[in-house]
């Protein structure tokens, strides 16, 4: 598929016609990575925002006592980084590569200087943007009332969302995700995870291998957001 073609199955692009997809395609320069690979470090100026054409990103932050938080595990079809918009903001996070991917990059000069030239598109993207501080703060305030097991339970239930795929024996998450970093993305420790993991387990709400887990009741998961 060629890149203007997949533009169109991007969220933050779906929604503009082809004169506007074909300008957006002008500006993106398309890099590849390997796995491990940092594309930016929290704290790095902010100068360009990412799509992803393939492969796995993981941004994540360091809280004041170094240990990691992942905030998100983001596949093929998201954008990232694009809070940097409209400032000069530092890059909030760090973005690494956790399988070999293939990403559009969109440096910020290029697309303000679109945006100025065309002030529907600029209505459009500042829409986006609003929807995706709504679900920041719906992260925060979660992570604010929620234990936990509920979190676990929320992780589990996008990484389904995101992630799943259906099998005889329910849905397994199609992602090499380690305790560690399912700790990270719950906001815990990882021997934390690892209990209510068991919890989840002893419910029969899902099946457990060393790096693989099957949601086999996601009813049962629900429950314990719920």
């Known amino acids: 598929m060629n890149n203007f073609a997949y533009l169109k199955q991007i969220s933050i692009f779906s929604g503009l016609d082809d004169k506007f997809l074909d300008k957006i395609n002008s500006i993106s320069i398309i890099r590849r990575y390997t796995k491990g690979r940092i594309i930016f470090m929290e704290g790095e100026p ?3 925002f990412y799509y992803i054409k393939s492969g796995l990103i993981k941004i994540s932050k360091l809280s004041s006592d170094g240990r990691e938080h992942i905030l998100h595990i ?3 079809g998201h954008v990232f ?25 969109i440096k910020n000069s290029d697309l303000e200087k679109l945006m100025m030239e065309n002030p529907i598109m600029s209505l459009y993207l500042i829409k986006y943007l609003n929807r995706r501080l709504i679900e920041a703060q719906t992260k925060v305030r979660n992570l604010a009332l929620y234990d936990t097991y509920a979190r676990t339970a929320q992780a589990l239930l996008k990484l389904a969302e995101d992630y799943g795929k259906k099998t005889s024996k329910g849905i397994e998450l199609d992602l090499n995700i380690s305790r560690q970093e399912l700790a990270n993305m719950v906001g815990t420790t990882r021997e934390t995870v690892i209990r209510v993991i068991a919890a989840f387990k002893k419910e029969n709400a899902i099946l457990v291998g060393k790096n693989s887990i099957i949601i086999t009741n996601i009813n049962k998961i629900r429950q314990w957001y719920e």
């Not at 940097?84 to 990403?103: H, Q, R, W």
């Open 46 to 48: 902010g100068e360009a």
């Open 81 to 105: 980084a694009e809070v940097t918009l409209f400032n000069k903001a530092a890059y909030p996070a760090t973005a690494e590569v956790i399988e070999d991917a293939e990403i559009g990059m």
């Open 74 to 76: 983001l596949n093929e």
